[in-house]
Every structure is written in structure tokens, then in C-alpha cells.
T-cell receptor, first 114, second 113 residues
Framework: KAGVTQTPRYLIKTRGQQVTLSCSPI?????VSWYQQTPGQGLQFLFE???????NKGNFPGRFSGRQFSNSRSEMNVSTLELGDSALYLC?????????????FGPGTRLTVL | LAKTTQPISMDSYEGQEVNITCSHN???????ITWYQQFPSQGPRFIIQ???TKVTNEVASLFIPADRKSSTLSLPRVSLSDTAVYYC??????????????FGAGTRLFVKA
């Protein structure tokens, strides 16, 4: 079974631009979560989607948004990029057949904001 | 979600057993304890999960005392490739209406030859 895939793997943007990152979960997984990882703040939860609905949200500004499609693929968007948005963005998927929170992570998208 | 506290870093030598303890004083009745491993520039990888007593799989053991206020991840006979950051998480799963996974700072394990 293929793992979680994220595209693109690397991205360079400038301040003020916007960016869209894509995540394809493991086949059959309906829950997709997004995280931001930086050296200073560690792994921080952005949001979780299940059946196209956002179920949980972390403490990030409204510039960070996401959505999930009917095939469970998910995208996250960051508008008006700031230098501090430079980070590794990780996507994770979970199976609703697993009772608890085992998540399978993708390789991440490394975003650099100049 | 219960807050977790782990040592920031640990050093070990190849072939030794490593025990990483996590404190979670406010763990709730429905919470499970999960450990993840992360290598640089990769996403975290699930290692083991448990609710109480002891759980063992092919890579690690998890010891949870009766009060569940702490847990210990045990890695037998570590190798250089076990050098990574280890995260302890406490929380419920998807069936309670979704989950909001909070990763702590993790423990950076460095295995030396």
C-alpha cells in the first residue's frame, strides 16, 4: 500500500505570495492532519479534516487554511506569506478503523520564504 | 489534551538498552499513550501505543505503571540508526470527534559507536 504523498517536496516563495500544498493520504484513510515544523517551535498542529470537514484546528492565523476533497486528498493554503512561515509542512493520515491516533506521516514539503 | 514532559536529550552507545520516560500527570481515563520517532527531514513514524501495563512489539516496549502518570519507552540494543527524536503523545482518537495531536518537544537520542 502506498504511503502518504506530499507535493511539492520543496518550494521557494517570496513574502506576500501565497502557496498551496497538496497531500494524498493512504488509500482508505479518511482523516488528514497538517502540521508545521520549525526548529524553534517544533511540531505544531494546524488542522485536521475528516470527510471533507475540518474537525479540529490549531492556533494559527486565518492565513492558514485547508480543505479536503471527496477522495480524501487534502490541500493547505497559506496566503500573504511571511518569513516566519518557512518550515517543513507535514501531512498525516489516519484510518477510521484504528480506534486511536496512529498517524502515518508523509515526507513533508519544505517551504522557504524569502 | 494531557501535557507531556520528556528529557530534552539522551546519549547512549550501540548495543545498550535505552529507556526514555515521559511524564503525563493529567492523563484522562480515555487517553492512550503513543510514541513516535522522527529522523531529520522526515515525518514522524509510529513506534508503539499502549493504555496500561506493558506493550511490546518488534522494535520497542512500553511500560505504563498503574497510575498511568508516566510511561517509559524501552529500546533494546540500540544502533547508530536509532539516533532520532522520540515524541511521547497522550490523547484520544478519532472516534471521540476528531483529535488534535499535540507533540511536545521530544527527546533527542544520540547513539554513539
Amino acid at each position: 500500500k502506498a504511503g502518504v504523498t506530499q507535493t511539492p517536496r520543496y518550494l521557494i516563495k517570496t513574502r506576500g505570495q501565497q502557496v498551496t500544498l497538496s497531500c494524498s493520504p493512504i488509500s482508505g484513510h479518511r482523516s488528514v492532519s497538517w502540521y508545521q515544523q520549525t526548529p524553534g517551535q517544533g511540531l505544531q498542529f494546524l488542522f485536521e479534516y475528516f470527510s471533507e470537514t475540518q474537525r479540529n484546528k490549531g492556533n494559527f492565523p486565518g492565513r492558514f487554511s485547508g480543505r479536503q476533497f471527496s477522495n480524501s486528498r487534502s490541500e493547505m493554503n497559506v496566503s500573504t506569506l511571511e518569513l516566519g512561515d518557512s518550515a517543513l509542512y507535514l501531512c498525516a493520515s489516519s484510518s477510521t478503523r484504528d480506534t486511536h491516533n496512529e498517524q502515518f506521516f508523509g515526507p513533508g514539503t519544505r517551504l522557504t520564504v524569502l | 489534551l494531557a501535557k507531556t514532559t520528556q528529557p530534552i536529550s539522551m546519549d547512549s552507545y550501540e548495543g545498550q538498552e535505552v529507556n526514555i520516560t515521559c511524564s503525563h500527570n493529567n492523563i484522562a481515563t480515555n487517553d492512550y499513550i503513543t510514541w513516535y520517532q522522527q529522523f531529520p527531514s522526515q515525518g514522524p513514524r509510529f513506534i508503539i501505543q499502549g493504555y496500561k501495563t506493558k506493550v511490546t512489539n518488534e522494535v520497542a516496549s512500553l511500560f505504563i505503571p498503574a497510575d498511568r502518570k508516566s510511561s517509559t519507552l524501552s529500546l533494546p540494543r540500540v544502533s547508530l540508526s536509532d539516533t532520532a527524536v522520540y515524541y511521547c503523545l497522550v490523547g484520544e482518537g478519532w472516534n471521540t470527534g476528531g483529535f488534535k495531536t499535540i507533540f511536545g518537544a521530544g527527546t533527542r537520542l544520540f547513539v554513539k559507536a
